[in-house]
């Protein structure tokens, strides 16, 4: 008899009559399993998205996401903080930050710093922007605050 996968000659056993090998046997299955997959590749996808238009992988997307956020919550805040420090100070507040030490240049503290922009322009919002306002991202108008300090300032100017 003719192996159907090496084409090499061998003699019939009781338990495989058309391949030669265990082997050829394995290899035999990995290429019908390739082929399947290609032919019926347009099917599994068009059954992927008829499945995620239901309600039920929308739920189950929405859990995933949920759970996601809540085991990686560090991680999200920290990329959050990022954009944020890259949007509102154009990557200036770590300079800031080091140049004052850590610490609020009014108390002293350091404890829940942020960084505050002296001319009041850092989050030009509204009809601002209609009038092409710019940030004023420099060091020389950031300082280092504490929250309270923060707060102080903005109340009473």
């Known amino acids: 008899m003719i192996c ?48 995620q238009s239901t309600i039920e992988y929308k739920y189950r997307k929405r859990i995933y996401d949920k759970e996601y956020r809540e085991l990686n919550r560090d991680l999200l805040k920290l990329k959050d903080k990022k954009k944020r420090e890259k949007k509102f100070y154009t990557g200036n507040r770590n300079k800031v930050l080091k140049r004052d030490n850590y610490k609020c240049v009014n108390c002293g503290s350091e404890k829940q710093l942020v960084v505050h922009h002296i001319d009041f322009q850092g989050r030009i919002i509204g009809s601002a922007k209609d009038y092409n306002m710019k940030v004023n991202n420099n060091l020389s108008n950031l300082e280092t605050l504490c929250r309270a300090c923060h707060i102080k300032i903005h109340l009473y100017n």
Do not use: H, T
Request: hydrophobic share 25%.
């Open 4 to 51: 159907l996968y090496c084409k090499k000659e061998f003699e019939i056993s009781s338990r495989n009559k058309k391949l030669c090998s265990e082997e050829c046997k394995l290899k035999r299955e990995r290429v019908v399993a390739n082929e399947w997959y290609k032919k019926n590749k347009e099917k599994r996808l068009l059954k992927v998205k008829q499945y």
